[in-house]
Protein backbone atom coordinates (compact mmCIF):
# COMPACT_ATOMS: atom_id res chain seq x y z
CA UNK A 1 0.00 0.00 0.00
CA UNK A 2 1.26 3.14 -0.85
CA UNK A 3 1.96 5.67 2.06
CA UNK A 4 0.18 9.35 1.79
CA UNK A 5 2.60 12.08 0.77
CA UNK A 6 3.45 14.22 3.80
CA UNK A 7 2.07 17.15 5.11
CA UNK A 8 3.50 20.49 5.69
CA UNK A 9 3.62 19.93 9.76
CA UNK A 10 5.35 16.23 8.69
CA UNK A 11 7.59 18.17 6.46
CA UNK A 12 8.72 21.15 8.81
CA UNK A 13 9.16 18.89 11.08
CA UNK A 14 11.62 16.91 8.56
CA UNK A 15 13.33 19.74 7.83
CA UNK A 16 14.34 20.35 11.26
CA UNK A 17 14.90 16.98 12.11
CA UNK A 18 16.91 16.39 9.44
CA UNK A 19 19.18 19.32 9.59
CA UNK A 20 20.06 18.66 12.84
CA UNK A 21 20.56 14.73 11.51
CA UNK A 22 22.82 16.06 8.82
CA UNK A 23 24.42 18.50 11.09
CA UNK A 24 25.29 15.02 13.58
CA UNK A 25 26.47 12.85 10.94
CA UNK A 26 29.23 15.32 9.33
CA UNK A 27 30.25 17.02 12.57
CA UNK A 28 32.02 13.47 13.37
CA UNK A 29 34.01 14.65 9.80
CA UNK A 30 34.17 18.78 9.90
CA UNK A 31 38.03 18.75 10.16
CA UNK A 32 38.95 15.68 8.33
CA UNK A 33 40.17 15.48 5.26
CA UNK A 34 38.48 12.79 2.53
CA UNK A 35 41.77 10.81 2.78
CA UNK A 36 41.53 10.84 6.42
CA UNK A 37 38.07 9.83 5.92
CA UNK A 38 38.45 6.95 4.11
CA UNK A 39 41.20 6.07 6.70
CA UNK A 40 39.19 5.96 9.83
CA UNK A 41 35.42 4.87 8.36
CA UNK A 42 36.74 2.65 5.11
CA UNK A 43 36.29 3.10 0.98
CA UNK A 44 32.89 4.69 1.57
CA UNK A 45 33.23 7.44 3.74
CA UNK A 46 31.19 7.43 6.98
CA UNK A 47 28.12 5.93 6.58
CA UNK A 48 25.89 5.81 9.92
CA UNK A 49 25.96 8.44 12.65
CA UNK A 50 27.07 6.78 15.41
CA UNK A 51 27.37 3.63 16.46
CA UNK A 52 24.19 2.16 18.23
CA UNK A 53 23.97 3.04 22.38
CA UNK A 54 25.71 6.29 21.98
CA UNK A 55 24.90 9.43 21.07
CA UNK A 56 25.49 11.50 17.94
CA UNK A 57 26.46 14.69 18.75
CA UNK A 58 25.08 18.12 17.22
CA UNK A 59 27.36 20.85 16.57
CA UNK A 60 26.89 25.03 16.93
CA UNK A 61 24.74 24.44 13.41
CA UNK A 62 22.29 23.11 14.99
CA UNK A 63 22.70 24.81 18.41
CA UNK A 64 21.87 28.08 16.52
CA UNK A 65 19.31 26.50 14.47
CA UNK A 66 17.29 26.28 17.04
CA UNK A 67 17.87 30.00 18.88
CA UNK A 68 16.67 30.97 15.19
CA UNK A 69 13.46 28.90 15.72
CA UNK A 70 12.71 30.15 18.96
CA UNK A 71 13.56 34.00 18.12
CA UNK A 72 10.77 33.82 15.17
CA UNK A 73 8.52 31.90 17.46
CA UNK A 74 9.09 35.23 19.67
CA UNK A 75 8.66 37.74 17.17
CA UNK A 76 5.39 35.86 16.46
CA UNK A 77 4.13 36.70 19.29
CA UNK A 78 5.18 40.09 19.48
CA UNK A 79 3.48 40.32 16.30
CA UNK A 80 0.04 38.93 17.41
CA UNK A 81 0.48 41.76 19.95
CA UNK A 82 1.71 44.75 17.78
CA UNK A 83 0.71 43.99 14.10
CA UNK A 84 2.46 46.47 12.13
CA UNK A 85 5.95 45.05 13.95
CA UNK A 86 6.65 42.59 11.09
CA UNK A 87 10.23 42.31 11.61
CA UNK A 88 11.56 38.99 12.88
CA UNK A 89 15.25 39.98 13.16
CA UNK A 90 16.16 41.73 16.40
CA UNK A 91 13.91 38.63 18.47
CA UNK A 92 16.44 36.45 16.68
CA UNK A 93 18.97 38.82 17.35
CA UNK A 94 18.34 38.64 21.26
CA UNK A 95 17.98 34.57 20.79
CA UNK A 96 21.67 34.41 19.24
CA UNK A 97 22.45 36.53 22.72
CA UNK A 98 21.21 33.56 24.78
CA UNK A 99 22.93 31.27 22.48
CA UNK A 100 26.75 33.19 23.41
CA UNK A 101 25.33 32.06 26.72
CA UNK A 102 25.36 29.05 26.71
CA UNK A 103 28.97 29.15 24.52
CA UNK A 104 30.53 29.69 27.98
CA UNK A 105 29.76 33.26 28.82
CA UNK A 106 27.65 35.06 31.76
CA UNK A 107 24.23 36.75 30.38
CA UNK A 108 25.99 40.59 31.38
CA UNK A 109 28.93 39.98 29.23
CA UNK A 110 26.32 38.35 26.27
CA UNK A 111 22.92 40.35 26.77
CA UNK A 112 23.78 43.54 25.96
CA UNK A 113 20.84 45.71 25.65
CA UNK A 114 18.56 42.90 27.11
CA UNK A 115 20.29 42.53 30.22
CA UNK A 116 18.70 46.26 31.02
CA UNK A 117 15.30 44.67 31.26
CA UNK A 118 16.28 40.94 32.06
CA UNK A 119 18.67 39.80 35.18
CA UNK A 120 18.75 36.34 33.41
CA UNK A 121 17.79 35.30 30.50
CA UNK A 122 14.00 34.59 29.82
CA UNK A 123 12.00 31.97 28.03
CA UNK A 124 12.06 27.71 28.14
CA UNK A 125 14.68 26.69 25.19
CA UNK A 126 18.26 28.18 27.01
CA UNK A 127 16.53 25.96 30.25
CA UNK A 128 17.95 23.20 28.51
CA UNK A 129 21.07 22.07 30.00
CA UNK A 130 22.22 19.85 26.70
CA UNK A 131 22.45 23.57 24.39
CA UNK A 132 25.37 24.50 26.99
CA UNK A 133 28.03 22.36 25.36
CA UNK A 134 31.14 23.75 22.95
CA UNK A 135 30.83 22.23 19.54
CA UNK A 136 33.09 24.14 17.66
CA UNK A 137 31.42 27.67 16.85
CA UNK A 138 32.21 29.53 14.31
CA UNK A 139 34.17 32.42 15.21
CA UNK A 140 32.55 34.58 12.63
CA UNK A 141 29.36 34.61 14.23
CA UNK A 142 30.72 34.59 17.94
CA UNK A 143 32.81 37.54 17.42
CA UNK A 144 29.68 38.91 15.64
CA UNK A 145 27.50 38.55 18.82
CA UNK A 146 30.25 39.81 21.22
CA UNK A 147 30.43 42.65 18.72
CA UNK A 148 26.90 43.47 19.23
CA UNK A 149 27.34 42.77 23.51
CA UNK A 150 29.69 45.75 23.33
CA UNK A 151 28.08 48.35 20.91
CA UNK A 152 23.93 47.01 20.67
CA UNK A 153 24.74 48.01 17.23
CA UNK A 154 22.26 45.05 15.26
CA UNK A 155 23.99 44.58 11.97
CA UNK A 156 22.40 44.47 8.23
CA UNK A 157 22.49 44.10 4.67
CA UNK A 158 23.21 47.89 4.29
CA UNK A 159 25.35 48.11 7.68
CA UNK A 160 27.57 45.20 7.15
CA UNK A 161 29.24 44.12 10.52
CA UNK A 162 32.49 42.45 8.16
CA UNK A 163 32.91 40.71 5.05
CA UNK A 164 32.30 37.73 5.63
CA UNK A 165 30.60 34.94 3.75
CA UNK A 166 31.60 31.94 5.71
CA UNK A 167 28.91 29.25 6.41
CA UNK A 168 27.77 30.03 9.48
CA UNK A 169 24.68 32.33 7.89
CA UNK A 170 22.97 29.90 5.51
CA UNK A 171 23.54 26.68 7.99
CA UNK A 172 21.03 28.45 10.46
CA UNK A 173 18.25 29.78 8.01
CA UNK A 174 16.26 26.80 7.17
CA UNK A 175 13.91 27.87 9.85
CA UNK A 176 13.07 31.15 8.30
CA UNK A 177 10.85 29.29 6.13
CA UNK A 178 8.19 29.32 8.67
CA UNK A 179 8.05 32.96 8.91
CA UNK A 180 5.59 34.21 6.20
CA UNK A 181 3.42 32.73 3.61
CA UNK A 182 5.03 34.83 1.06
CA UNK A 183 8.48 33.62 -0.40
CA UNK A 184 9.94 37.20 -0.88
CA UNK A 185 9.08 37.89 2.55
CA UNK A 186 10.86 34.61 3.61
CA UNK A 187 14.12 35.65 1.65
CA UNK A 188 14.17 38.81 3.30
CA UNK A 189 13.98 37.85 6.63
CA UNK A 190 16.73 34.95 5.97
CA UNK A 191 18.49 38.02 4.61
CA UNK A 192 18.26 39.81 7.51
CA UNK A 193 18.85 37.33 9.94
CA UNK A 194 22.04 36.34 8.01
CA UNK A 195 23.43 39.55 7.92
CA UNK A 196 23.42 39.51 11.80
CA UNK A 197 26.73 37.80 11.65
CA UNK A 198 27.37 37.61 8.01
CA UNK A 199 28.24 40.98 5.97
CA UNK A 200 29.15 39.38 2.10
CA UNK A 201 26.66 39.39 0.06
CA UNK A 202 26.83 35.44 -0.48
CA UNK A 203 27.45 35.11 2.99
CA UNK A 204 23.54 36.28 3.52
CA UNK A 205 22.07 35.81 0.09
CA UNK A 206 22.38 31.67 0.28
CA UNK A 207 20.39 32.13 3.33
CA UNK A 208 17.59 33.24 1.59
CA UNK A 209 17.77 31.06 -1.10
CA UNK A 210 17.73 27.88 1.42
CA UNK A 211 14.91 29.30 3.72
CA UNK A 212 12.77 30.03 0.00
CA UNK A 213 13.86 26.31 -0.79
CA UNK A 214 12.50 24.92 2.43
CA UNK A 215 9.48 27.22 2.18
CA UNK A 216 8.01 25.76 -0.94
CA UNK A 217 9.22 22.07 -0.58
CA UNK A 218 6.68 22.55 2.75
CA UNK A 219 3.94 23.38 0.25
CA UNK A 220 4.63 20.57 -1.48
CA UNK A 221 6.24 22.03 -4.62
CA UNK A 222 8.76 19.89 -6.14
CA UNK A 223 12.51 20.35 -5.62
CA UNK A 224 13.49 21.42 -9.21
CA UNK A 225 10.78 24.33 -9.04
CA UNK A 226 11.52 25.35 -5.61
CA UNK A 227 15.01 25.41 -6.92
CA UNK A 228 13.56 27.54 -9.84
CA UNK A 229 11.60 30.02 -7.49
CA UNK A 230 14.76 31.01 -5.40
CA UNK A 231 16.56 31.67 -7.62
CA UNK A 232 14.41 33.74 -9.14
CA UNK A 233 14.10 35.62 -6.28
CA UNK A 234 17.86 35.93 -6.07
CA UNK A 235 18.38 37.67 -9.43
CA UNK A 236 16.59 40.82 -7.67
CA UNK A 237 19.42 41.26 -5.31
CA UNK A 238 22.70 43.31 -5.37
CA UNK A 239 26.24 41.11 -5.63
CA UNK A 240 23.85 37.89 -6.32
CA UNK A 241 26.37 36.72 -9.27
CA UNK A 242 28.81 34.57 -6.97
CA UNK A 243 26.02 32.80 -5.12
CA UNK A 244 23.78 32.60 -8.48
CA UNK A 245 27.09 31.14 -10.25
CA UNK A 246 27.45 28.32 -7.33
CA UNK A 247 23.86 27.74 -7.42
CA UNK A 248 23.68 26.88 -11.24
CA UNK A 249 26.58 24.85 -10.29
CA UNK A 250 24.92 22.38 -8.17
CA UNK A 251 21.91 21.94 -10.47
CA UNK A 252 24.33 21.36 -13.42
CA UNK A 253 26.29 18.60 -11.15
CA UNK A 254 23.05 16.62 -9.69
CA UNK A 255 22.85 15.99 -13.50
CA UNK A 256 25.68 13.52 -13.45
CA UNK A 257 24.10 11.65 -10.32
CA UNK A 258 26.22 10.65 -7.45
CA UNK A 259 30.01 11.86 -7.94
CA UNK A 260 33.01 11.12 -6.14
CA UNK A 261 33.96 13.62 -3.30
CA UNK A 262 37.04 14.77 -5.45
CA UNK A 263 34.36 15.85 -8.25
CA UNK A 264 32.14 17.24 -6.04
CA UNK A 265 35.12 19.56 -4.35
CA UNK A 266 36.92 20.19 -7.79
CA UNK A 267 32.84 21.63 -8.76
CA UNK A 268 31.53 22.90 -5.77
CA UNK A 269 34.34 23.66 -3.14
CA UNK A 270 34.37 22.66 0.18
CA UNK A 271 31.53 24.21 1.61
CA UNK A 272 33.52 26.86 4.20
CA UNK A 273 31.67 29.53 2.52
CA UNK A 274 27.72 30.23 1.93
CA UNK A 275 27.19 29.48 -1.42
CA UNK A 276 29.37 26.79 -1.41
CA UNK A 277 27.70 25.31 1.51
CA UNK A 278 24.30 25.52 -0.16
CA UNK A 279 26.04 24.30 -3.05
CA UNK A 280 26.91 20.74 -1.63
CA UNK A 281 24.01 20.07 0.54
CA UNK A 282 21.18 20.86 -2.42
CA UNK A 283 23.62 19.03 -4.72
CA UNK A 284 23.36 16.23 -2.36
CA UNK A 285 19.76 16.46 -1.97
CA UNK A 286 19.00 16.76 -5.88
CA UNK A 287 21.57 13.80 -7.23
CA UNK A 288 20.59 11.08 -4.63
CA UNK A 289 16.58 10.06 -3.97
CA UNK A 290 17.71 8.11 -1.05
CA UNK A 291 17.66 10.20 2.52
CA UNK A 292 20.35 8.14 4.10
CA UNK A 293 22.31 7.97 0.42
CA UNK A 294 21.80 11.90 -0.38
CA UNK A 295 22.90 13.08 3.77
CA UNK A 296 26.15 10.42 3.21
CA UNK A 297 26.82 12.71 -0.08
CA UNK A 298 26.88 15.59 1.26
CA UNK A 299 29.37 15.06 4.29
CA UNK A 300 32.24 12.77 2.92
CA UNK A 301 34.49 15.47 1.01
CA UNK A 302 37.51 17.15 2.82
CA UNK A 303 35.22 20.30 3.36
CA UNK A 304 32.91 21.79 6.52
CA UNK A 305 30.88 18.96 6.63
CA UNK A 306 28.48 19.26 9.25
CA UNK A 307 27.08 22.80 7.56
CA UNK A 308 26.63 20.78 4.15
CA UNK A 309 24.90 17.98 6.10
CA UNK A 310 22.85 20.24 7.58
CA UNK A 311 21.45 21.89 4.59
CA UNK A 312 21.19 18.64 2.54
CA UNK A 313 19.22 17.44 5.61
CA UNK A 314 16.71 20.73 6.03
CA UNK A 315 16.29 19.96 2.61
CA UNK A 316 15.55 16.63 2.26
CA UNK A 317 13.97 16.77 5.25
CA UNK A 318 11.57 18.88 3.82
CA UNK A 319 11.06 17.20 0.80
CA UNK A 320 9.93 13.61 2.43
CA UNK A 321 8.61 14.37 5.61
CA UNK A 322 9.92 13.38 9.17
CA UNK A 323 8.79 10.18 8.84
CA UNK A 324 11.38 9.34 5.61
CA UNK A 325 14.22 10.40 8.30
CA UNK A 326 16.40 7.14 9.07
CA UNK A 327 14.46 5.99 12.31
CA UNK A 328 17.99 4.09 13.89
CA UNK A 329 19.41 7.49 13.38
CA UNK A 330 16.93 9.92 14.77
CA UNK A 331 17.58 7.17 17.98
CA UNK A 332 20.74 8.45 18.83
CA UNK A 333 20.31 11.78 17.62
CA UNK A 334 21.34 13.78 20.83
CA UNK A 335 18.94 16.70 21.44
CA UNK A 336 15.99 14.90 19.25
CA UNK A 337 13.19 15.86 21.91
CA UNK A 338 14.23 19.48 22.04
CA UNK A 339 14.47 19.60 18.00
CA UNK A 340 10.93 17.91 17.91
CA UNK A 341 9.59 19.95 21.07
CA UNK A 342 10.46 23.35 19.62
CA UNK A 343 9.22 22.70 15.93
CA UNK A 344 5.93 21.47 17.31
CA UNK A 345 5.46 24.37 19.36
CA UNK A 346 6.88 26.44 15.73
CA UNK A 347 3.80 24.91 13.82
CA UNK A 348 1.77 25.97 17.11
CA UNK A 349 2.77 29.59 16.82
CA UNK A 350 2.43 29.60 13.12
CA UNK A 351 -1.20 27.75 13.26
CA UNK A 352 -4.19 30.40 12.65
CA UNK A 353 -5.23 29.36 16.07
CA UNK A 354 -1.71 30.02 18.42
CA UNK A 355 -2.52 29.95 22.08
CA UNK A 356 -3.00 33.08 24.06
CA UNK A 357 -2.10 31.67 27.74
CA UNK A 358 0.27 32.95 30.44
CA UNK A 359 2.52 29.61 29.53
CA UNK A 360 2.72 30.29 26.14
CA UNK A 361 3.75 33.58 27.04
CA UNK A 362 6.10 32.11 29.87
CA UNK A 363 7.63 29.39 27.29
CA UNK A 364 8.10 32.21 24.56
CA UNK A 365 7.79 35.53 26.14
CA UNK A 366 7.38 38.86 23.58
CA UNK A 367 8.15 42.77 24.41
MG1 LIG B 1 29.31 23.25 13.28
Known amino acids: MQQAPPDAHERFLGSMLGGALGDALGFAVEFHSMDKIRERHGAAGLTEPAPAQEKAEISDDTQMMLFTLEGLIRAHVARRMKPVDNDPVPEVQHAY?????????SWAESAGPYAVHLAEPDGWLITERGLFATRAPGNTCMTALIGFARTHRQASQDNAINDSKGCGGVMRAAPVAVWSHDPAEVFHAAVGVAAL???HPSGYLSAGVLAVIVHQLIRAVPLPDAVRLARDLLLRWRGHEEQ?????AAV????????????????????WVGEEALAIGLY????????????????????DSDSTGMVCGNIVGALHG????????????ELREV????????????????????????RYPAW
Open 97 to 105: QRWLHTQGR
Open 197 to 199: THG
Open 244 to 248: LRSLD
Open 252 to 271: ELAAEGIVAPERLEERLGGG
Open 284 to 303: AALAAPDVRDALRLSVNHSG
Open 322 to 333: DRALPPEWLDVL
Open 339 to 362: VTALSQDALVEFSPAPPTNATWST
